[in-house]
């Protein structure tokens, strides 16, 4: 049984995280089955692409209720670009479509008059600490590609914002889930670091939580 | 704040870079994945091959240098040519590249805008513009777009072709002028301005880089919010990382931490 999933739901650039995950040093599977999340000390939820697609791909692939127990477990979970925006309620893209509802609040468009998508390297400013950050920056640069954003109905879940016309949240967790609108597998050095963090403390520590990184004094 | 992204360009024949790229510390100039990895290392912001092999036989030649860049490499990356079908988009993502330009099979079928974007998302679909003008000394004129490598007038007039392409789910436009490609003589700010007015997606300028300031006429007066280069860069004549902070100097936004070596990160995680 691996130790480090990376759900497979038919969409989404997959080998790019799976190398990420490598080059900081640890081994992940690539599994589309629901015994594997059951079995995962360490999920990563990646994705691209839009929210409906998404969720009917997640339920096609009997994924969605292992999903949320693990996550309802308050297990290690790493969420990335659509793998974070499924975790809220309700996404706009498209229409209005229900998503998996862990996370309370909405996913939005940017407003028009901007340039869409949001696409590049943005700064994160991050607004709570974090064990998965370590050695990540205030201020670093990550790479962003997407046209709607989360609309947290809870600002506690916010752990860093960045600026585009707005300030939107672009890394969001709880307890032992974070998750990221940007790609870290694209952001370079910051990103490798942030994805080695995760599986460091999720792999080691059994927790990537701040009160539980630091209780058992790894953050 | 979001920043202006600067973007080398490597045409690639079976294989190997084509034009001389004259590196130091290069062990193989001609290999795709190690110049690739080296200018990660100088602070580029994305990488485009493009493939200019005219044989369709090197497809699995091509995937190899996908799949081994997507092991090295952890900024995104575009390839381009030889794409015509949706499915040639699917293989092409699931070696590992972030997005795919599409030129000639667009405009010859624009439908394939709309299924690569429907089934990978605006995200990964770049069209490629190749735009020529009607009048060379009067933009007003307009510009025609080609196809074929530069070859084939289409009669298309590329303001209008860019904005069905936006609708279609275009989520990038890489707009290059046939007038001053290879000329180092400055990116066509005119055509520039004009698709930026016309189109709400993110546009790559292309074509004529020779100067510093060529690219910070691109970025500001002609509004892009990438740049492409290959020349420029490839024959050692500016330092990328040199180059973003004279952009940066002049009050540009850029990426200046990225000349973090990655290797930093090794011993930090075992």
């Known amino acids: 049984m691996a130790d480090t999933v990376i759900i497979d739901y038919g969409a989404g650039n997959l080998r790019s995280v799976a190398r990420a995950v490598a080059h900081a040093g640890y081994d992940a599977e690539i599994r589309s089955d629901p015994g594997a999340i059951e079995g995962a000390r360490a999920l990563i939820l990646p994705g691209v692409g839009a929210a409906a697609d998404t969720m009917a791909n997640l339920r096609a692939a009997g994924l969605v209720d292992p999903l949320r127990e693990y996550i309802d477990a308050d297990r290690p979970f790493l969420g990335v670009c659509m793998g974070m925006q499924a975790l809220f309620d309700v996404s706009e893209e498209g229409g209005q479509h229900a998503c998996l509802g862990l996370l309370p609040g909405r996913i939005v468009r940017f407003p028009d008059g901007l340039t869409i998508p949001h696409m590049g390297w943005n700064t994160l400013s991050i607004v709570r600490p974090h064990p998965v950050l370590d050695g990540v920056e205030d201020g670093t640069y990550a790479y962003f590609v997407h046209s709607y954003h989360p609309q947290p109905d809870d600002p506690a879940l916010v752990i860093a914002e960045t600026e585009y016309a707005d300030v939107f949240p672009s890394i969001v967790g709880r307890g032992n889930l974070i998750a990221t609108q940007f790609h870290p597998e694209k952001s370079g050095a910051a990103g490798l670091r942030l994805y080695a963090n995760f599986l460091r403390l999720a792999l080691d520590t059994g927790s990537i939580a701040p009160a539980a990184a630091e209780a058992a004094g790894s953050a | ?270």
């Not at chain 2, 805008?113 to 069209?127: D, K, P, Y």
């Not at chain 2, 530069?150 to 002028?177: F, H, K, N, Q």
Request: with cysteine.
């Open chain 2, 1 to 270: 704040m979001l920043t202006k992204r600067i973007i080398p360009c490597f045409d690639v024949d079976n294989g190997r870079v084509v034009k001389g790229v004259s590196f130091v510390a290069l062990r193989d100039a001609g290999d795709p994945v190690e110049l690739a990895a080296q200018y990660e290392e100088r602070g580029a912001d994305e990488l485009v091959f493009l493939d200019i092999t005219a044989s369709s036989d090197n497809r699995p030649t091509v995937y190899d240098m996908v799949a081994r860049t997507t092991d090295q490499v952890f900024i995104p990356f575009t390839v381009g040519g030889g794409i015509r079908s949706a499915e040639d988009v699917r293989v092409m993502l699931e070696h590992g590249a972030d997005k795919v330009s599409i030129n000639t099979a667009a405009v010859e079928r624009p439908e394939l805008i709309t299924e690569g974007a429907h089934g990978f998302g605006s995200q990964c679909i770049v069209v490629a513009v190749d735009a020529k003008r009607r009048d060379a000394d009067d933009p007003s004129a307009g510009w025609e777009v080609y196809t074929h490598g530069g070859r084939t007038p289409t009669g298309i007039d590329a303001i209008a072709w860019v904005r069905e392409a936006v609708e279609r789910g275009a989520g990038e436009l890489l707009v290059t002028s046939m007038d001053r490609d290879g000329h180092q003589t400055g990116y066509d700010l005119e055509l520039l301005r004009a698709i930026r007015e016309a189109a709400t997606a993110p546009v790559i300028a292309s074509g004529g880089a020779g100067t510093p300031d060529h690219l910070y006429e691109a970025l500001t007066t002609g509004g892009a919010d990438a740049v492409l280069a290959a020349s420029i860069f490839h024959f050692g004549t500016y330092d990328i990382a040199a180059l973003k902070q004279y952009l940066a100097d002049r009050g540009v936004p850029m990426r200046l931490d990225a000349a973090h070596a990655i290797e930093d990160l090794e011993g930090t995680t075992s």
